[in-house]
């Protein structure tokens, strides 16, 4: 996906932190979400999470947009021209309908649900994102993961992963990145990091252990999901601070619950995210922007889509500053 929010609007902003309580329930902020046009021909709208005001990153994660259900013939589904991307990974997961990507790398696959796309940026890449005409309803999220300093220049890659649902009592769990109830992905990343959906059936819980020194997020797709003591509701991203060994989600309705639980050791380093960029500073952004801009080998050419692809916005006046997350109180 393509980030047309070259400057982001503030969002509401979450109370301050005061921690958890020694030995007690997590604490969980909620992160709401706020809607973003995609822009372009087709009207596409996202729910976006991350980055906002209070929060610019959980563990490596720095980008939630979750979208749908959407009916495609209302929509006109998703056609994302090529663009690039630097300094970061883009992981793409699906709930229903199909996407077809192609990139610089030459990949052609389709995302589906249940399946991992994630692509890696490192020092550059182009793709496109199409829904196919199959797709009758759209729904998904579309997430992106900051490179540390040391592998932000990696090459590009393209990786596809379909994770083995684990069963329990109470949930169905898809681990796409990093460990959880008992499966790992094989799918390498950068840093440490944790991503997978969770279906709850309906009036059940479940404690799922998770390591203390992540930081969580719940992205509610479907239903309600209480979260320690939090009921979250769909479109909201519940943050939990590392400390707990285990997280319970609870679903108290007669339907089918589903979130993506996305998790990883706090990512320190300061980043500068512009469009589709992530850099360290205003100058890496300027430098990334040119490349594109002048169809530089940085980036490649994608194959096989029938238009023009995306221009770079028009950089703001400002000096594009660093942006972290807040202290810890
Ligand atoms: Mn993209």
């Known amino acids: 996906m393509s980030d047309v929010e070259a400057e982001p609007r503030e969002a509401r902003r979450g109370e301050e932190d005061a921690g958890e309580p020694p030995g007690g329930t997590p604490r969980v902020e909620v992160l709401a979400p706020r809607d973003v046009p995609l822009g372009g021909p087709r009207a596409m709208t996202v729910r976006r999470t991350l980055p906002q005001r209070s929060r610019t990153l959980i563990g490596a994660w720095c980008f939630a947009d979750h979208y749908g259900p959407d009916d495609v013939s209302v929509t006109g589904g998703m056609d994302v ?9 883009t992981v793409s997961w699906l709930f229903s309908g199909e996407i077809e990507h192609r990139d610089s790398l030459g990949s052609h696959a389709f995302v589906r649900p249940g399946e991992l796309n994630l692509m890696t940026g490192g020092h550059g890449i182009a793709h496109t994102e199409v829904s196919t005409g199959r797709t009758t309803v759209l729904h998904g999220v579309q997430l ?20 083995e649902p684990v069963r329990t009592e109470g949930a169905e769990i ?33 404690t ?23 009921l979250l509701r769909p479109a909201e991203l519940g943050y939990v601070h590392p400390g707990p060994g285990t997280l319970t989600l609870a679903n108290e309705s007669d339907d089918t619950a589903r979130a993506v639980l996305l998790g990883g050791t706090p990512f320190e380093e300061e980043i500068v995210m512009w469009w589709n960029f992530i850099g360290r500073s205003h100058e890496d952004i300027v430098r990334a922007r040119a490349d594109w801009q002048n169809s530089s080998d940085r980036f490649g050419t994608v194959d096989g889509y029938p238009g023009e692809r995306l ?13 972290r997350n807040p202290p810890r109180h």
């Open 174 to 206: 898809r681990v796409f990145l990093g460990s959880l109830a008992g499966v790992t992905s094989p799918v390498p990343a950068f840093s440490p990091l944790l991503g997978a959906e969770i279906a709850l059936r309906p009036h059940t819980s479940v």
């Open 311 to 323: 221009p770079a916005p028009v950089l703001p006046h400002a000096t594009l500053t660093p942006r």
């Open 81 to 89: 021209a090529p663009h690039p991307h630097t300094g970061l990974q």
């Open 208 to 230: 799922l252990a998770v390591d203390p020194g992540f930081e969580h997020g719940l992205l509610v797709d479907q239903g309600s999901v209480r979260l320690a003591d939090t």
């Open 144 to 163: 992106w993961v900051a490179l540390p300093e040391e592998h932000r220049g990696t090459a590009r890659d393209f990786q596809h992963h379909v994770p």
